[in-house]
């Protein structure tokens, strides 16, 4: 059904405004017609009515780019009164690893050591035991990101030869069950190793050939695979093959971990992959002399390469001014979420900005906010999202909340009052 979503303020605008959405697309932002009264902000009043006319919104100055309402003016649409609540695009997890999780499952005692190695192996020798991967726990983990405002997702599937695509399988499964609602984008993402790990690059080949994967993945080329330039030449290989983005986990450190970041940034200049590349982690951005940092930076920004950061643990977290000011995106995800690997994580993307925030030292509003861009705009661009955003002719992908401006909403972890999806009211 067609909607009318009345008294909203849209992040960074002053005004009250009236969203209109058909079929499934913000068509029409027009100045709401109490904006001079005052009023508090209040949960949003879901309530539903039905009409047969829209309101007449022509003279009152929609935005640039709106569609005319004439042709629908008889269909029947609901309304629902956002009583002034603070509106922002639909939250973007660009990070995370949804096939792993045990969310809606009984808890699971963790004795995995700390070290990576440790974790992998653990999650390799026990995740049978728990039936990982399950698409009724991913649903059910969706679902909650879902209705804490995640409308976007880019998710690290692993690829082995003992798991085939079963990660696949259960992700797809688990999205059409929630019947397309939530975007997901899987990467295939050699968690046990790429060339250590023997026929993992073939099916690799195969998850992008079939479009099971829509990204290719890559861990720490030197750490992990002990080849960095063969393991480089091999995803962008497979990118290039196959016309896909990529996305690699950096968790090295220090000038091991700066110059693989180099290097990817060198590689996607010469393969012209420029703004299609995302760097998981690069822990090493937070290890580096400030000159070496401000180069990396640089360096992203001209490669259009994003860095996925997700606050977890201990980790060193972005610099979200420094990269901001050099033009580098960044974007943030939860990572793991109550899995085998670690406990923590509740999938909501707001948490996450509050502890990215937190983390980064950020006390002004303005840094604040960055981390909420980090949470929005900057994962829909490392997503390569065309569609995103909050202006007529985009999907209608949103999150109304209780707060007043976006840095309280990071600061309180604000509750949500509405959730639309693809124009589908999915939590209120
Ligand atoms: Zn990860």
């Not at 994967?213 to 480089?232: K, S, T």
């Amino acid at each position: 059904m067609d909607l009318l979503l009345c008294d909203a303020r849209m992040w960074g605008a002053e005004k009250p405004v009236d969203l209109r959405v058909v079929d499934g697309r913000l068509v029409e932002i027009a100045t709401h017609a109490d904006a001079d009264a005052s009023r508090s902000v209040a949960p949003a009043r879901a309530s539903e009515h039905r009409d047969s006319d829209f309101p007449d919104h022509a003279d009152r100055g929609s935005a640039p780019g709106a569609v005319g309402h004439g042709a629908r003016a008889a269909s029947t649409y609901r309304t629902i009164d956002l009583a002034g609540a603070l509106v922002l695009p639909g939250l973007v997890d660009a990070h995370c690893h949804l096939d792993k999780t045990l969310w809606g499952g009984p808890w699971v005692p963790n004795t995995a050591g700390n070290a990576l190695r440790d974790k992998i192996a653990y999650v390799q020798r026990r995740r049978a035991e728990f039936g990982v991967p399950d698409a009724e726990r991913i649903t059910a983990l969706l679902t909650a990101m879902l209705a804490a405002g995640t409308t976007r997702v880019r998710t690290h599937t692993d690829i082995c030869p003992e798991l085939g695509l079963d990660g696949f399988t259960a992700l797809a499964t688990a999205v059409d069950r929630l019947e397309g609602r939530i975007t997901v984008q899987q990467v295939a993402f050699p968690q046990f190793g790429m060339l250590t790990n023997p026929g993992t690059v073939e099916l690799m080949d195969r998850a992008l050939r079939t479009g099971a994967a829509q990204v290719v993945g890559g861990i720490d080329p030197a750490g992990v695979d002990r080849d960095p330039v063969r393991h480089l030449d091999t995803v962008f290989g497979l990118a290039l093959e196959h016309d896909v983005p990529i996305d690699v986990h950096l968790h090295d450190r220090g000038t091991l971990g700066a110059w693989q970041f180099e290097s990817i940034i060198e590689r996607t200049l010469a393969t012209g992959m420029n703004g299609r590349v995302t760097i998981g982690h690069g822990y090493a951005l937070g290890d580096v002399d400030a000159a070496r940092r401000a180069d990396l930076i640089a360096g992203s920004a001209e490669a259009g390469i994003s860095l996925a950061t997700c606050a977890a643990h201990d980790d060193p977290v972005a610099p979200l001014r420094e990269m901001h000011v050099a033009g580098a995106n960044l974007a943030l995800g939860n990572d793991g979420i109550r899995d085998l690997w670690s406990p923590y994580g509740d999938g909501d993307m707001m948490h996450r900005a509050h502890r990215l925030a937190e983390r980064a030292q950020c006390y002004a509003d303005e840094d604040i906010e960055l981390a909420l861009r980090a949470a929005t705009f900057g994962g829909a661009t490392a997503l390569g999202l065309t569609d995103y955003g909050l202006a007529p002719g985009l999907r209608a992908d949103l999150v109304a909340v209780e707060a007043d401006t976006a840095a309280e909403a990071v600061i309180a972890r604000a509750s949500r009052t509405l959730v639309l999806c693809d124009g589908e009211v999915v939590a209120a």
